[in-house]
């Protein structure tokens, strides 16, 4: 039991950090959600994602949204990954999704347990608070064009009355990447 106790004061030093990617590129509920009425959707190469997630120490993983798949998956984890249950409970809850949200069909690159004092954690500012994040290098490299590498090939703006313009910057943005494709949204732009 001692042990159990210093394990959660262990890990209330620190977090564990997602980033989600959606598997449909132009969602009327993620733009909704996300993009503030500009901004661009960025197309990631799964295996290219992959590697940073490794590389940085997540794991790649795909959102749970049903209550019947959530139990079961769970309870083998405890099994399977008993010396590490708390660092893998964490991770498991953060790909646990409210089933209201499965259009988005959502997979999500999550740490390990991270101290606060890591040396790449950082902290942005939101209308309401500071946050946490942690910080991951995308650059895997230059392709054989000697464009950078980031691991997304795709650019979507986001849709808006000002989707040219979105466009052209997001362009001036990744000249040096290897983007293979930018567009607007097809989605009509209405108001978000």
Known sequence: M?????LIDFFQQGYVYTASFAEDDDLLSQW?????????????????????????????????????????LD?????????QIVTRYQQLACA???????EECEWRIISKFV???HQSVRVRGTAT?????FEVDLDLGN???????????????????QKERILQAASIATRHLSVEASRPSDIPYRSL
Do not use: H, W
Not at 48 to 63: I, S, T, Y
Not at 143 to 161: H, K, M, Q, W, Y
């Open 129 to 133: 608070m500071l946050v946490p994040y």
């Open 32 to 72: 909704r959600g996300y993009g503030a009425g500009g901004g661009v959707c960025l197309g990631f190469v799964v295996s290219d994602l992959q590697r940073v997630a490794e590389r940085a120490g997540f794991r790649l993983v795909k959102c749970i949204y049903e209550q019947s798949q959530k139990t079961p």
């Open 2 to 6: 001692l042990r159990v106790a210093s």
């Open 143 to 161: 392709d054989r064009e000697g464009r950078t590498n980031l691991g997304f090939e795709t650019v979507i703006a986001v849709p808006s009355l």
């Open 75 to 83: 309870d083998e984890r405890v099994e399977e990954f008993a010396n």
């Open 115 to 117: 101290p606060r004092d």
């Open 96 to 102: 646990f999704k409210d089933p209201s949200f499965r």
